[in-house]
């Protein structure tokens, strides 16, 4: 089955600076990925995924980029703010397949100001 | 529009006694998941239905753990009975197929 790494577990960095976060797959057929956001005391939010057709994909200042042939994702924030200090969960899947998400084990992501 | 509901959002419980968590997926979702999360074992996937059945229940840690799905629009998790470790934020999350997945604001579960 899938098996999902992701690095760093931990990462701070200063306020405005960029932070990155990358994750690999083993199963090749994967080919979704959602990057969830978890605030203290909530549920993870999905905050930008990526399919396995693009290599890149924005969304203001987060970013994800797909190597689909060293099966690695990352997701890159740039300009961090305080409000960006969360756990943050990478997944993959194979979308049309009978098979749920399968996540990494999380970064917690501090940011100073 | 509503996300996926989840009820309580707290409950502490005598340990023995039955446990029962309440999950209500977003409308024209079609795939319900039970997650547990604990600081040990991070994000646990307990069990998952398709169109109202189980699909897998292999992530359900005992036979104390149960699901229920009796309609598209409701579920359960009960746990009896429950014991100090089960202690932990229960997650449901919903997902239109095998896609994005969207979770509620979770259970916090403490049995003493």
């Known amino acids: 089955g899938e098996n999902v790494e992701q690095h760093p577990s931990t990462l701070s960095v200063q306020e405005g600076d960029s932070a990155v976060i990358k994750c690999t797959y083993s199963?090749?057929?994967?080919?979704?990925f959602p990057w969830y956001k978890q605030e203290l005391g909530k549920g993870p939010q999905l905050i930008i995924d990526?399919?396995?057709?693009?290599g890149e994909k924005k969304d203001q200042r987060i970013a994800v980029t797909l190597n689909k042939t060293a099966k690695h994702f990352s997701l890159h924030i740039t300009e961090t703010q305080p409000e960006d200090s969360a756990v943050y969960f990478c997944a993959a899947s194979i979308a049309t397949g009978n098979t749920p998400l399968v996540f990494g084990k999380g970064t917690r992501l501090s940011v100073i100001a | 529009d509503a996300g996926v509901i989840q009820s309580p959002r707290h409950e502490v419980t005598e340990m023995g006694q039955e446990v029962t968590l309440r999950c209500k997926p977003i409308s024209g979702h079609n795939s319900l998941f039970w997650y547990r999360q604990t600081m040990m074992r991070g994000l646990e996937l307990l069990i998952y239905f398709n169109n109202n059945v189980p699909i897998d229940d292999s992530g359900m840690p005992e036979d104390r753990f149960s699901a229920k799905m009796p309609n598209a629009s409701f579920s359960t998790l009960k746990i009896q009975p429950s014991e100090p470790r089960d202690s932990a934020v229960y997650f449901c999350?919903?997902?239109?197929?095998?896609?994005?997945?969207?979770f509620g604001p979770g259970t916090r579960l403490t049995v003493l």
């Open positions: 199963d090749s057929a994967s080919n979704y």
């Open positions: 990526i399919r396995s057709n693009v």
């Open positions: 999350a919903s997902s239109f197929e095998w896609s994005a997945q969207y």
